[in-house]
């Protein structure tokens, strides 16, 4: 379990709200995240927890509401923006580059930092290194020359999360880490996130494994028709009746 | 031939020494492929066949500099004929209305092309798949539809006049061969464009977004600058292809110059050849020019070459889309022992790391 | 004065036609994400099936309806069933343009190759005749296509408003997911939604066989005017799809006045860059145009 006190504010949400035709998925929410926490996002299907990690991190448009991070605005900054400040995701359905090889698919995170390695080569020694070290610590380098497509899907769970620390991330933001996979890979993806957030990283997870959330974070937030209706520690969530009648569905 | 992209690095995979054959036999085919274009003038083709050479190398250049786009984000353009026809109009507006010496037009015309294509890209790449592919096409016909109407300036209908760079002294066999060797270099010249891109961290990116374009923009990758950047490079490479074989042929007429059929050949060519490989394009338009070519030749200017080019685009399309290329490299890599044992070897891998994560947290809890 | 009624008139005639077809192009759209090419491919091969109908048999070309709608509902159950449904569904809406692109091409060069590139036009005894509306005269056969265009266009609303098949339809072309939970057969609907959409063209195109000159490469100077507008009417709605087209055809009718027909036609890639530009959902409720 983490150690993380309650530090300053990194990623604050304000107002957030977003409708598609008639359907309004986020309305008005605000939630702030504490540095170095682990929280959780957890609430009914339909929630609006996914739309909610999609304006946040500029893959859609919100309607109204703003977003910031470290005290920097970044609503509606394009997605590439938003990972540049420091926020990196997951998807729901694990995205990798299915016809690039491992490695290759954890390289695609390297940012260039001028043009000089823009047009350089694309497998620097030193960063080749860096993800190989992270394929080996996810326990996946074994396989860095199959193409990312012919790997079992809970690997790709694990290269989509080395693809995204190779970003070197603050802040991790994975939707439903431990969905679709076994038990075993769970628990490896579980002691990872912990051992992330013993090194500092603020992880914000959408998941519906209860039994998960209230083990791994210390903090959590519960979303309802698109706006959370209760926020603390999991002990505390848990017996909030708010929360027992979104789930039980009164 | 050496399949210059993903494949490249699964090829490293598997026993040394069948690796190295495989490797010798790529460079093999890749060096006896360029030999025999180098030297294939020197036989003595006679002015037909020559004048055929130079045709498929200018296919070559167009589906290669059309793989630029395609190739690396996997965006279908249907519309890069409005490139080649840019390029070859300015050229030859350049010489006539600005009295520009050839060479320095040909360039020039390029670069005009390649601003202009700033704009076109900013518009049609802030859409995906279909919608860019609609752009792409709407681009030729609104093209075809102004030279043919500004005819004060382009000529119209009537066409337009190229004048020859070499001067009158040098006859038409020589002609085709110098042109045919400016192709050979133009083609060169592109290719090592291709393989620069392809082994850099833009190329990755741009492959990145040719997997899965949100994705990559959520690793970091500022998606919409590297489109618009390999569009334009793309556009000017196009537009260098459009504009020397304006100054081969020395004739322009709006109809075959803002083509869509010059536009559906780059993308049958290249998707033929394999749009993810280095040579793929160049091989797509020596195998579809020959046949055009050869059509032209038995069964005159017939509507039959369209029917013949719509049956193997479909071909292509449905059984094929990953070209020759590709397809000959994953039939090498069966030849290659451990690569057809890499699942039952992860997943056995993974049953022992499985076995011992239980174990680890049985003891944890 | 005169003129500009007149102009009004025939914008709002062409544009009856542009509905329909881009209906028919917005139905592959919403059952199957595929923009087909080819469907004015089929229109003018309609065309031709028409104009030969009459010229062989002395009738009125509007009698190969009779024949051509339900071979093109046939003709359409086919591409879908043969061709389109063998794509994988990752690359399927980009390999779809390409493949319903090398259907165009064949038709285009078959159309060549039996009847040959020259120009053909009908004759009926009432080609010259024209009534007077406003003050304007329009030709009969104009407003034959046009009751034509609407005819089909108010059957199609029936069928997906009021059918039980149009019901599938409408729930496929929302959520094939979904669809397919509650008990819809997807893939037969896809089918039949290829067939409903190519009858619309072998309508289309009698209407357009009683008063253009068809050719075969006529084709394209219809698919991209059409394409601007199911992308304008924000790709897969049909009512955003028939007002674009309203507004399109009105349009370029006015603008031939001042503009001659040739410039007059740039006002839909100018419309279609504009759009996608500034509004890339397109203008009329449809919010598909930039992921597909």
Not at chain 3, 109 to 121: H, P
């Amino acid at each position: 379990m983490s150690t993380a006190p309650a530090h300053e504010i990194g990623l604050a949400v304000h107002g957030l709200s977003k409708s598609f035709g008639g359907v309004h998925a986020v309305v008005d929410a605000s939630v702030d995240f504490h540095h170095g926490r682990i929280n959780a996002l957890i609430g009914p299907n339909g929630s609006g927890k996914t739309t909610f990690f999609n304006c946040v991190t500029g893959m859609i448009r919100a309607d109204a509401g703003t977003v910031t991070y470290r005290g920097q605005d970044i609503t509606g900054k394009a997605p590439h923006r938003v990972a540049h400040a420091g926020i990196g995701r997951s998807f729901q359905v694990c995205r990798i580059f299915p016809r690039m090889t491992v490695l290759d698919n954890v390289l695609a995170g390297v940012r260039p930092t001028g043009l000089a390695t823009l047009l350089g080569s694309g497998r620097r020694r030193s960063d080749v290194e860096r993800a190989r070290a992270l394929l080996a610590r996810v326990g996946i380098d074994h396989l860095e020359r199959a193409e990312a497509g012919d790997i079992s899907y809970g690997q790709q769970k694990l290269l989509e999360l080395a693809g995204v620390l190779m970003t070197d991330p603050e802040t991790i933001m994975l939707d439903e880490p431990a969905g679709g996979v076994n038990p075993a890979l769970i628990d490896r993806i579980s002691t990872l996130i912990v051992e992330l957030n013993a090194e500092g990283r603020t992880f914000i997870v959408v998941e519906h494994n209860m039994e998960l959330v209230m083990r791994l974070s210390d903090h959590v937030i519960v979303f309802d028709r698109g706006a959370p209706i209760a926020a603390g520690p999991p002990s505390t969530v848990q017996k909030d009746p708010a929360v027992l009648e979104a789930y039980l569905g009164v | 031939m050496r399949n210059a992209s993903d494949t490249a690095t699964t090829s490293a995979s598997g026993s040394p020494t069948v690796v190295r054959v495989i490797r010798g036999v790529q460079v093999l085919a890749v060096v006896a492929a360029a030999i025999g274009v180098l030297v294939f003038p020197q036989t003595g083709p006679g002015p037909f066949i020559m004048s055929v050479g130079v045709v498929i190398l200018s296919y070559a250049c167009m589906a290669t500099g059309w793989n630029f786009v395609g190739g690396f984000t996997g965006y279908i353009s249907l519309g890069h004929a409005a490139f080649t026809g840019l390029g070859g109009y300015l050229v030859g507006l350049l010489i006539l209305r600005a009295d520009v010496p050839s060479w320095i037009a040909l360039v020039l015309a390029a670069v005009i092309v390649a601003v202009l294509s700033i704009p076109i890209g900013f518009a049609s790449l802030r859409v995906r798949g279909a919608s860019f592919v609609i752009m792409s096409l709407a681009l030729v016909l609104i093209m075809l539809l102004i030279f043919q109407s500004w005819s004060d300036v382009t000529g119209g209908s009537n066409g337009l006049r190229v004048p020859r760079p070499f001067g009158p002294e040098v006859l038409r066999p020589e002609q085709h061969e110098r042109f045919y060797y400016l192709h050979v270099l133009l083609l060169v010249i592109m290719l090592v464009a291709w393989w620069a891109i392809d082994r850099s961290r833009f190329g990755a990116g741009l492959k990145a977004i040719r997997e899965d374009e949100d994705k990559a923009q959520s690793l970091g990758i500022p998606t919409f600058g590297y489109k618009l950047s390999v569009y334009v490079i793309s556009a000017f490479f196009t537009a260098l292809a459009g504009g020397l074989y304006a100054l081969w042929f020395g004739f322009l007429d709006p109809i075959f110059q803002f083509s869509i059929l010059t536009g559906s050949y780059m993308v049958l060519m290249s998707l033929l050849g394999g749009i993810r490989s280095l040579f793929g394009p160049a091989l797509g338009a020596a195998i579809v020019g020959y046949a055009i070519e050869f059509f032209k030749a038995q069964y005159g200017d017939t509507q039959f070459h369209l029917v013949a080019l719509g049956l193997l685009l479909g071909l292509v399309v449905l059984f094929m889309p990953e070209g020759i290329l590709p397809s000959l490299g994953r039939l090498l890599d069966r030849l290659r022992p451990s690569a057809t044992s890499i699942r039952e070897e992860s997943a056995e891998e993974l049953a022992n790391k499985r076995a011992v994560l239980v174990g680890d947290n049985g003891g944890a809890s | 004065m005169d003129l500009l009624v007149q102009s009004l008139i025939l914008g709002l005639l062409l544009g009856g036609l542009y509905a329909l077809l881009a209906a028919g192009l917005t139905l592959y759209f919403g059952v199957m994400r595929v923009v087909m090419i080819a469907h004015s491919a089929f229109l003018i091969l309609a065309a031709y099936l028409a104009w030969w109908f009459s010229s062989s048999t002395g009738l009125d070309p509007l009698l190969s309806l009779v024949f051509t709608v339900p071979a093109f509902f046939v003709l359409g159950v086919l591409v879908q069933r043969v061709l389109i449904a063998r794509l994988k569904p990752a690359t399927l809406t980009m390999m779809s343009v390409l493949l319903t692109f090398a259907i165009a091409l064949t038709i285009e060069g078959l159309l060549g190759f039996v009847f040959s590139g020259t120009q053909r036009r009908i004759q009926l005894p009432y080609s010259g005749a024209s009534l007077e509306v406003f003050g304007a005269r329009i030709a009969v056969v104009k407003l034959i296509a046009f009751a034509l265009a609407a005819v089909a266009l108010a059957v199609l609303y029936v069928v997906l408003k009021a059918t039980r098949f149009g019901q599938s339809l409408r729930a496929t072309i929302q959520n094939s997911e979904a669809a397919a939970l509650v008990g819809i057969d997807t893939k037969k609907v896809a089918g039949y939604g290829f067939g409903v959409g190519l009858a619309t063209a072998a309508v289309g195109g009698t209407a357009l066989s009683l008063d253009a000159t068809i050719y075969p490469s006529l084709h394209w100077h219809w698919i991209g005017p059409l394409m601007a507008i199911i992308v304008v009417g924000g790709l897969g709605s049909v009512p955003g799809a028939a007002a674009a087209a309203m507004v399109l055809g009105v349009s370029q009718s006015l603008l031939q006045i001042p503009m001659g027909t040739t410039w007059a036609q740039t006002i839909f890639y100018i419309v279609l860059f504009a759009t996608l530009v500034f509004r890339p959902h397109g203008f009329f409720g449809g919010r598909l145009a930039q992921r597909f």
